[in-house]
């Protein structure tokens, strides 16, 4: 690991009903166990936005450089752009993506962009009127449904070419 990238995360949440709104996280914090009813029945995408910096020494050898987001919940589906450039979607795991064209020394602008399914909306209209509620469905949302782990949840780190060749067992 070069470099783990903490917060503050600025976050965009992005909704199918156009209520957006934004907040900031210290640390990456699971939707679905979030203090704030919005954020815990999101249903959409959210854009998680930070600045990073990366000295020039990291950049020195040649390596390749990955970003690797830890753990993407609940389908698994991010988009990751880097100070402006799309570096694609990555929906299993290992959820990584090359940033050694896209990064640069000095200041860095990452954004991660994570979608989740609609179950947590689903479970917070449950005990709603019909007439409050966002969705509507012929799914019948039963008693013992829980929440789904829901968001970027990390740990995001900048992982250098050793680290991946002593992970696949290679020597390089």
């Known amino acids: 690991t070069l470099r783990r990238l903490e917060g503050p995360w600025n976050v965009t949440f992005l909704s199918p009903w156009g209520d957006t709104f934004r907040t900031t996280m210290s640390e990456l914090t699971d939707w679905s166990e979030h203090p704030n009813e919005r954020i815990r029945c999101h249903s959409g995408k959210a854009s998680y936005e930070m600045t990073f910096e990366l000295s020039a020494e990291a950049r020195a ?3 390749v450089l990955m970003l ?3 753990r993407v919940e609940d389908v698994g589906i991010a988009r990751v752009l880097l100070n402006g450039q ?3 979607i990555v929906w299993t795991k290992p959820f990584r993506v090359d940033i050694t064209a896209a990064v640069k020394t000095g200041p860095n602008r ?3 962009e994570v ?3 609609w ?5 917070g209209d449950r005990g709603l009127p019909a ?3 966002k969705t509507k469905t012929n799914i019948t949302v039963a008693e013992n449904w829980k929440s789904a782990p829901s968001g970027l949840l990390g ?3 900048i992982l250098t070419e050793a680290v991946l060749a002593s992970v696949s067992g290679e020597t390089r």
Do not use: E, I, K, M
Not at 119 to 123: G, K, T
């Open 86 to 88: 799309d570096l694609g």
């Open 68 to 70: 690797d987001l830890g």
């Open 61 to 63: 050898n040649g390596a």
């Open 110 to 112: 990452l954004t991660v």
């Open 155 to 157: 740990p995001v780190q």
């Open 131 to 133: 007439d409050q509620r």
């Open 115 to 117: 979608v989740n399914s």
């Open 119 to 123: 179950r947590n909306r689903l479970l």
